[in-house]
């Protein structure tokens, strides 16, 4: 006997089986229907990881080695704020709003963090004004504190804006469409696509609690 609730049984007839439209497995989520952004990064994979951290490595060892031609104690002070800034701050106000975040077990698997500990638990609802700022002054705090130092060092200078620039225009180009983290400002998933994923996820669930 089907115990699959009417409702759910009637919207599942409706949309013409998930099949036809819908694949929700290993790292991604497409919805074959829509006509932008329809590929959703469900997982990070390590190779998510190895690239971006190349990539932002590139530009705070720039950073690091200008401060440290100058001054040995800056560079200490600007490589403790790297830490306090992406292990503390944004992990605490930023990261824990994410689902990425909230589906590592004990350890984070995201592309910008990975094999890191979660000392903070989840908190699965988007981020909130106060969130938001204190992420983005520490931000703001890690990006323009070697600008005088980088000032003196042309070379070092032009390889760090380059970093950052490519940076910004790849997460935007290949990561910000595909991202399942709705509630970030830079979040570029359609509202057709974001409402299709979290009603297939909330039918998938109500799916799964079926006893047989």
């Not at 979660?118 to 908190?123: D, E, H, L, S």
């Not at 969130?131 to 200078?157: C, H, N, R, S, Y």
């Not at 469409?177 to 909330?202: A, D, H, L, T």
Request: contains cysteine.
């Amino acid at each position: 006997m089907n115990r699959v609730p009417a409702e759910i049984q009637k919207d599942f007839k409706k949309r013409g089986n998930l099949s036809d439209n819908f694949d929700l497995s290993g790292n991604g989520f497409r919805l074959s229907d829509s006509k932008r952004c329809s590929s959703l990064k469900i997982k990070h994979e390590f190779k998510d990881f190895l690239y971006w951290n190349f990539v932002t490595l590139t530009l705070l060892f720039s950073a690091g080695l200008a401060i440290g031609i100058h001054s040995t104690e800056w560079m200490i002070a600007y490589i403790f704020l790297i830490f306090f800034h992406f292990y503390v701050l944004e992990q605490r106000f930023f990261c824990t709003h994410c689902p990425y975040y909230a589906m590592s077990k004990n350890k984070v698997r995201c592309m910008m963090n990975w094999g890191w500990p979660k000392y903070f638990k989840p908190r699965p609802y988007p981020p909130g004004k106060m969130d938001l700022a204190i992420t983005t002054l520490g931000f703001i705090g890690v990006i323009l504190l070697p600008l005088p130092w980088l000032l003196k060092e042309p070379f070092l200078l032009g390889a760090y804006l380059v970093s950052i620039s490519i940076f910004l225009l790849t997460i935007w180009r290949y990561e910000c469409c595909q991202c399942i983290y709705f509630g970030c400002p830079f979040n570029r998933v359609s509202v057709e696509v974001r409402n299709e994923f979290e009603r297939k996820k909330r039918l998938s669930a109500s799916l799964k609690n079926i006893k047989l």
